[in-house]
């Protein structure tokens, strides 16, 4: 899988967008871009996953630039409850195999949402 | 619907013994993941089963071990245990559902520590 690259930290203010970044410039063709996040002690949540597309679902908006090297997570309303570490991470889909069962985590940002 | 559930919620054992931990996925799902989430550190994959088969294994030592019952739900058994196996193990679940990959459902997570 290829390796992603975070901010290690990132502060929002409640109410205001949350743009976490990521950098994923070794993606393959075949790899998708998946957000997590994790609060404390508790098992990961999915947040949401793209291709190559722009996406949106009811949690937040992932932005892929066109050359896919990148892409932003958007919370577009933080609330208190939105701080967590968040992960950024790309894998292959289906057709990759036994690849396609691990997930390879890295340290994520940790987002914390101040009133 | 119930989500992935792990038991125990919390394990106490001494260096050299044996831990067990099971879960169970969400209903239809046929794949079973394990993660390792050590104090401080990213989330380490450990094992993929998948129709009763282990697909995939990260970089763990013979004695981390484990299996997928015909009902799908998994137990990770973990031998010869040290003090460095003290972590907080993760399960995930997925179907046949593209959409969403082998990350989308996680439990809460069974944190196994060794005195």
């Known amino acids: 899988d290829a390796k992603t690259t975070q901010p290690p930290s990132m502060d929002c203010a409640e109410g205001r967008a949350a743009n976490l970044p990521c950098n994923h410039s070794?993606?393959?063709?075949?790899?998708?871009v998946y957000w997590y996040r994790q609060i404390h002690s508790q098992g990961p949540q999915y947040i949401i996953h793209g291709l190559k597309n722009n996406e949106t679902n009811e949690m937040a908006s992932l932005i892929i630039t066109e050359d896919r090297k990148s892409s932003t997570l958007i919370l577009p309303h933080a609330t208190l409850r939105d701080t967590a570490v968040y992960y950024c991470?790309?894998?292959?889909?289906?057709?990759?195999?036994?690849?396609?069962?691990?997930?390879?985590f890295g340290q994520g940002t940790i987002l914390t949402v101040h009133p | 619907e119930a989500g992935v559930t792990q038991s125990p919620t919390h394990l106490i054992k001494t260096r050299g013994q044996q831990a067990t931990l099971r879960c169970s996925p969400i209903s239809g799902h046929t794949s079973v993941y394990w993660y390792q989430q050590a104090l401080g550190l990213g989330l380490q994959f450990l094992l993929w089963y998948d129709e009763g088969e282990e697909r995939n294994r990260g970089n763990f030592p013979p004695r981390f071990s484990g299996r997928q019952f015909p009902n799908y739900s998994s137990e990770l058994n973990v031998n010869a245990l040290e003090l460095e196996d003290s972590a907080l193990y993760l399960c995930?679940?997925?179907?046949?559902?593209?959409?969403?990959?082998?990350?989308?459902?996680f439990g809460q997570g069974t944190r196994l520590t060794v005195v």
């Open positions: 070794t993606i393959s063709g075949n790899e998708y």
């Open positions: 991470i790309v894998r292959v889909g289906r057709a990759g195999g036994t690849s396609y069962g691990k997930l390879t």
């Open positions: 995930a679940s997925s179907g046949t559902n593209r959409d969403r990959g082998p990350g989308a459902f």
